[in-house]
């Protein structure tokens, strides 16, 4: 096994010292990666994010991986150790803008790229062998992704889009309950979308507004006249 071992890392010239470090460190600090990982990614797919368990884990031990091959591959000669980790926040740069969209008037995404930026964090102080560092890191991220998102919607400080259906069977009357509803909270009505099945019509429209405008509306639109069915429908993506 060691003279296995041995004839793989010829070609890198690697030390003793170097191998025992790989075989011995490597394991334990790409699982406390893949844990801390996890739990992040349990959280984003709690919240129905596309960037979930699977994503994050796989970042977050990426991360670590790259982080501790690149002291070891630059040997104990070697005057740049960091030289593969430094290009980990590049490469998360890329990931990261293929989570951000924009839609309509808004952008979504920016809070899950910029949670897999500091996944990837969490994931290079695994690999440096900073645990305790990265354990603190990990719980900042969770707390800020739960506790202060909910605080921001019960502060009434932040919007979000919501998709509103409603169902009857005349149009006309329910056009006009919608736009007095709106008008009424002061909300702008656009993006409209209409469609019939059989007898029953359906108008849906998206509105970016806090929780309290949002309660506002829906008890409008609830009592009003023509208006049989009302859903909610929130943007899975939304941050």
Known sequence: MTAALSHIADPFQFSQFEQNTVMTGAIGRLLMAGLLGGLIGLEREIQRKSAGVRTNLLIC???????????????????NKGQVASNIVQGIGFLGAGLILHNRSR???????????????????CGAGLYAAATVGAIIVILSLTVVGLLEQRANLKAYPVTYEVRGRDQTRMLESILAAMDAT???????????IGEIRRVSFPLAATRRQHERLYNSLNSG???EHLYTFRDLEDD
């Open 61 to 79: 031990v990426g991360s670590a991986f790259f982080t501790l091959l690149s002291g070891v591959l630059a040997g104990s000669a070697g005057s």
């Open 107 to 125: 952008v979504s995404g920016l809070a899950s790229a910029a949670s897999i930026w500091v996944v990837a964090s969490v994931g290079m102080a």
């Open 186 to 196: 002061g909300n702008r009505l656009t993006d409209i979308e209409t469609d019939a």
């Open 225 to 227: 006249a023509g208006i």
